[in-house]
């Protein structure tokens, strides 16, 4: 593949991210924030992101383990997920936190499992798809 191929190519899998709902401005405001100096900044950010996320993924995890679920905890849980997922925009992830919390507002034990379920699921999607974009702007 031709050097101009290749970063059509890059330009096409970013557009689709956002298009298909992954992505938000707060990523674009990522972007603007990369530089000479620091070329891998938006790597680097997601790559920290994904190790501060699963270690909350764990945590809410065993707290929907309990018998009787602490819906407090478990909404403060969410908060934090949700504001690292909106600080690289992951829009999807996102919108599924605001779900959750929603469930638990309403003490629907049921209702949070599912939709962590869901939650865990996106992340996992979206982890992929900015794994293998990353990976193709790395190998230019």
Known sequence: MDSKSFQLRIVQIRKSLFEQGYLDKQFVQ???LQDAENPNFVDEIVTSYYSDSARLIQKIEHALTKHHLDFDMLDNLMHQ???SSSSIG?????????????????GNADGCIKSFQMIKQEHVMLRNKLEAYFQLINTT
């Open 81 to 83: 997920f949700k504001g």
């Open 90 to 106: 992951a829009r999807k992830v996102v919108h599924e936190c605001s779900h959750f919390r929603d469930l638990c507002a309403a």
């Open 30 to 32: 990522l972007e603007e």
